[in-house]
């Protein structure tokens, strides 16, 4: 199931951006950034009990998801 029971559902594309999986604008700023993950983190944590009905394995690919795109986001952003 791609559907969630928190604010930000989980993208359904096949390869979602970062900014997709966060639900961000791609000029978000580094705080916006670091405020989405700590909260999605949180949210989807396999142990969270925020989304207990999602199976472990999915939680688990989440919260590994939002680590990779954070990882890519937080670096700082080359100008043009």
């Given at each position: 199931?791609?559907?969630?029971?928190g604010?930000?559902?989980f993208?359904?594309?096949?390869?979602?951006?970062?900014?997709e999986?966060?639900?961000?604008?791609?000029?978000?700023?580094q705080?916006?950034i670091k405020?989405?993950?700590?909260e999605?983190?949180?949210?989807?944590h396999?142990?969270?009990v925020?989304?207990?009905?999602?199976?472990l394995?999915?939680?688990?690919?989440?919260?590994?998801?939002?680590?990779?795109?954070?990882?890519?986001?937080?670096r700082?952003?080359?100008?043009?």
């Amino acid at each position: 199931s791609t559907s969630c029971t928190g604010r930000y559902p989980f993208p359904t594309r096949r390869n979602p951006t970062p900014e997709e999986i966060f639900h961000l604008p791609p000029n978000a700023s580094q705080a916006q950034i670091k405020t989405r993950y700590y909260e999605l983190a949180k949210l989807y944590h396999p142990d969270s009990v925020h989304v207990q009905t999602l199976p472990l394995a999915e939680r688990t690919s989440r919260f590994q998801a939002f680590q990779r795109a954070y990882e890519v986001l937080r670096r700082p952003r080359r100008a043009g």
